[in-house]
């Protein structure tokens, strides 16, 4: 009986020695879904929305107040300034140093505000209407000649380079009254009769849309104000193909500002007199892949009210609207109950809808990450925007930044998916780690207000500009082995390969 005992007792250590000998039983791949709900508030978000309006003249020079402006922002969710320059003293001669650092110090305020502008240079705002018949009688008009345009270009190279961070969009002005290209002196063959335009003179317009385009980063873009135009410059009918957007080549760079939105049937010149919606088509597609924004002239209704505007606003892709002007249509907006919807969808917004998320990582195994999200506005984002994911505790933040192009993410209603599988290195510590999407301007990735905000209940951080996905992962070694694909790795901390984007206080909240 006892060798029985003594028998099975060595049988029992037996196996106990051998599983203390094992290694730890691996964790079962598993997965959690997230479903997000949409939010319907109004905030603020980068180069999208209602702008406020600054006329800085050059024989009235100042310089905004950023707190100003930063209210703008805080108070009125805006995050657009019409920042027009008003060359009027120098319609003959090269702008001076002194208001060079005008413009200079006004781009910094705009910058310190944590805004952007809506870009415009023109040399007369003057609009003298003595007969009353709607056209201009201060005849010669006060714009600046070719040679002179293109001299003050190549000044101010260099601070449209150093300030491109803060510049949304630069629209072409310069050209005739307004800087809208119609009532010239010197850019038509008589200033008298601005709708004949010859072939020289176009000419001499693409000279100047040539050289501002070469003055500005090929990551932003210009408009001008008239379909025709830009059709006749380019000897191109066609809309952009979507293989030729944001090619960097000139005609992908040419957007529109229609600044008498629904003010007439054809929008006082934007479209064909005769046939106004033969344009549409034209525009619907041009617009999904270069700047729209504006302003109404105008009230005309019944054009002008809720219907039409709400329709044409998505059909266009607008991005951006004069908050100020015109005040009737504005107002009848608010009394017909559309105010809000424009607020919300002038330009891109973006709702997240579903993430499936793998809830365990080896070191040195991939994370799968499969988001799916929706782009809601009017317009996809106008300029370039990485895309970033974020784990982060109390002690650590890794960050993998993904290949795709926001500009591509359409308000067609289609479902954009991104989808994953993410190297996690061995230098990533174990440990739980929330789970962010950072979508920052690559110019200003430290500055959380350029960010882009996700339009989900409970996602933004604005400390940070991260969205909170809703989702943990834990770095164990006894996590299920998945191998990483497609060469994308978090980095930060000791596996610093690329920016790390770490914006103040991104380590202040977090689990772990």
Same mark, same amino acid.
């Given at each position: 009986?006892?060798?029985?005992?003594?028998?099975?007792?060595?049988?029992?250590?037996?196996?106990?020695?051998?599983?203390?000998?094992?290694?730890?039983?691996?964790?079962?791949?598993?997965?959690?879904?997230?479903?997000?709900?949409?939010?319907? @508030?109004?905030?603020? !978000?980068?180069?999208?929305?209602?702008?406020?309006?600054?006329?800085?003249?050059?024989?009235?020079?100042?310089?905004? /107040?950023?707190?100003?402006?930063?209210?703008?922002?805080?108070?009125?969710?805006?995050?657009?300034?019409?920042?027009?320059?008003?060359?009027?003293?120098?319609?003959?001669?090269?702008?001076?140093?002194?208001?060079?650092?005008?413009?200079?110090?006004?781009?910094?305020?705009?910058?310190?505000?944590?805004?952007?502008?809506?870009?415009?240079?023109?040399?007369?705002?003057?609009?003298?209407?003595?007969?009353?018949?709607?056209?201009?009688? =201060?005849?010669?008009?006060?714009?600046?000649?070719?040679?002179?345009?293109?001299?003050?270009?190549?000044?101010?190279?260099?601070?449209?380079?150093?300030?491109?961070?803060?510049?949304?969009?630069?629209?072409?002005?310069?050209?005739?009254?307004?800087?809208?290209?119609?009532?010239?002196?010197?850019?038509?063959?008589?200033?008298?009769?601005?709708?004949?335009?010859?072939?020289?003179?176009?000419?001499? &317009?693409?000279?100047? $849309?040539?050289?501002? $385009?070469?003055?500005?980063?090929?990551?932003?873009?210009?408009?001008?104000?008239?379909?025709?135009?830009?059709?006749?410059?380019?000897?191109?009918?066609?809309?952009?193909?979507?293989?030729?957007?944001?090619?960097?080549?000139? &005609?992908?760079?040419?957007?529109?500002?229609?600044?008498?939105?629904?003010?007439?049937?054809?929008? %006082?010149?934007?479209?064909?007199?005769?046939?106004?919606?033969? /344009?549409?088509?034209?525009?619907?597609?041009?617009?999904?892949?270069?700047?729209?924004?504006?302003?109404?002239?105008?009230?005309?209704?019944?054009?002008?009210?809720?219907?039409? @505007?709400?329709?044409?606003?998505?059909?266009?892709?607008?991005?951006?609207? =004069?908050?100020?002007?015109?005040?009737?249509?504005?107002?009848?907006?608010?009394?017909?109950?559309?105010?809000?919807?424009?607020? &919300?969808?002038?330009?891109?917004?973006?709702?997240?809808?579903?993430?499936?998320?793998?809830?365990?990582?080896?070191?040195? /195994?991939?994370?799968?990450?499969?988001?799916?999200?929706?782009?809601?506005?009017?317009?996809?984002?106008? !300029?370039?925007? /990485?895309?970033?994911?974020?784990?982060?505790?109390?002690?650590?933040?890794?960050?993998?930044?993904?290949?795709?192009?926001?500009?591509?993410? $359409?308000?067609?209603?289609?479902?954009?998916?991104?989808?994953?599988?993410?190297?996690?290195?061995?230098?990533?510590?174990?440990?739980?780690?929330?789970?962010?999407?950072?979508?920052?301007?690559?110019?200003?990735?430290?500055?959380?207000?350029?960010?882009?905000?996700?339009?989900?209940?409970?996602?933004?951080?604005?400390?940070?500009?991260?969205?909170?996905?809703?989702?943990?992962?834990?770095?164990?070694?006894?996590? @299920?082995?998945?191998?990483?694909?497609?060469?994308?790795?978090?980095?930060?901390?000791?596996? %610093?390969?690329?920016?790390?984007?770490?914006?103040?206080?991104?380590?202040?909240?977090?689990?772990?």
């Amino acid at each position: 009986m006892n060798k029985t005992i003594f028998a099975i007792f060595l049988i029992v250590t037996a196996g106990l020695v051998g599983c203390l000998n094992q290694p730890p039983a691996e964790s079962a791949s598993t997965t959690s879904t997230v479903t997000y709900i949409p939010t319907t @508030a109004i905030f603020a !978000n980068p180069e999208r929305g209602f702008y406020r309006y600054a006329q800085i003249d050059s024989s009235d020079p100042y310089v905004l /107040d950023s707190q100003t402006l930063t209210v703008y922002r805080q108070n009125e969710n805006v995050t657009l300034l019409y920042c027009l320059f008003v060359l009027d003293e120098f319609v003959e001669q090269p702008i001076s140093a002194a208001f060079l650092e005008t413009i200079a110090q006004n781009f910094t305020a705009v910058r310190e505000s944590g805004l952007k502008c809506v870009l415009r240079f023109a040399y007369t705002y003057e609009w003298i209407d003595e007969d009353g018949d709607g056209e201009p009688d =201060n005849l010669p008009y006060g714009d600046a000649d070719k040679a002179t345009i293109l001299g003050h270009l190549e000044q101010l190279r260099p601070l449209i380079v150093a300030n491109s961070d803060v510049i949304a969009v630069w629209q072409a002005g310069f050209i005739g009254i307004f800087g809208e290209w119609y009532y010239t002196d010197h850019f038509v063959d008589n200033p008298a009769v601005p709708y004949e335009i010859s072939a020289a003179r176009y000419a001499d &317009r693409l000279e100047v $849309l040539t050289a501002l $385009l070469d003055v500005l980063p090929t990551s932003r873009m210009t408009q001008i104000r008239y379909l025709e135009q830009k059709r006749i410059l380019y000897d191109e009918t066609a809309p952009l193909a979507p293989t030729e957007a944001y090619s960097g080549m000139d &005609r992908a760079r040419v957007g529109f500002h229609n600044d008498c939105f629904l003010s007439s049937d054809d929008d %006082v010149g934007t479209f064909n007199g005769d046939d106004p919606t033969a /344009d549409y088509p034209y525009l619907a597609a041009e617009s999904t892949y270069t700047p729209m924004g504006g302003e109404s002239c105008a009230h005309n209704p019944p054009r002008s009210d809720c219907p039409t @505007a709400t329709s044409e606003l998505a059909l266009f892709h607008y991005t951006y609207l =004069n908050s100020e002007y015109h005040e009737e249509v504005l107002q009848s907006w608010v009394d017909g109950g559309c105010m809000n919807e424009i607020k &919300r969808r002038l330009g891109y917004r973006l709702e997240l809808q579903e993430g499936v998320y793998q809830d365990q990582v080896r070191p040195n /195994d991939g994370l799968q990450v499969t988001i799916q999200l929706k782009n809601v506005g009017y317009s996809a984002p106008l !300029n370039p925007r /990485d895309v970033v994911l974020v784990l982060r505790n109390h002690n650590d933040l890794f960050t993998a930044t993904l290949p795709d192009d926001p500009r591509l993410w $359409l308000a067609d209603g289609n479902i954009v998916t991104l989808n994953y599988n993410i190297h996690v290195p061995n230098c990533v510590p174990t440990g739980a780690y929330e789970l962010h999407l950072y979508l920052p301007d690559p110019l200003l990735p430290e500055r959380p207000e350029y960010a882009a905000r996700i339009a989900n209940d409970g996602v933004w951080e604005a400390a940070s500009g991260y969205n909170d996905l809703g989702h943990t992962v834990v770095v164990s070694e006894n996590a @299920a082995s998945h191998p990483a694909a497609g060469g994308i790795s978090f980095v930060g901390g000791e596996c %610093v390969q690329e920016t790390l984007y770490l914006p103040a206080v991104v380590l202040s909240a977090g689990v772990g």
